[in-house]
């Protein structure tokens, strides 16, 4: 199993990204998917999740409104639209399988809100 997010960098406050989460070595399309991020300091912590067919998916209140996760399984595939930025969505972003009991992580990529 191999996850690789890209799409991260620096943005100001009320900029958007879009970050994505290439996946290979699984049966992409059963898996639900997450985005987890991680703050200096701060524990990791789940952002958003995504069923295999894209029919179900669920955010943190506090990314709520503004995060939408989406998913391509012809291109095996997850994002995450990031809109209006705050400096507290500062944190390095993982995306997340959960693969025959064992939790897999790509490495990361850096998210950074600042003016």
């Known amino acids: 199993v191999q996850l690789m997010e890209s799409g991260g960098g620096l943005v100001e406050p009320g900029e958007s990204l879009r970050l994505s989460c290439t996946a290979s070595?699984?049966?992409?399309?059963?898996?639900?998917m997450r985005w987890y991020r991680q703050a200096p300091g701060k524990e990791r912590e789940l952002v958003a999740y995504?069923?295999?067919?894209?029919?179900?998916?669920d955010y943190a209140d506090s990314v709520k409104g503004r995060f939408t996760i989406s998913r391509d399984n012809a291109k095996n595939t997850v994002y995450v639209q990031m809109n209006s930025l705050k400096p507290e969505d500062t944190a390095v972003y993982y995306c997340?399988?959960?693969?025959?009991?064992?939790?897999?992580w790509g490495q990361g990529t850096q998210v950074t809100v600042s003016s």
């Open positions: 997340n399988v959960l693969w025959f009991r064992r939790n897999y």
């Open positions: 995504i069923t295999g067919a894209g029919e179900t998916t």
């Open positions: 070595g699984f049966a992409f399309s059963q898996y639900v």
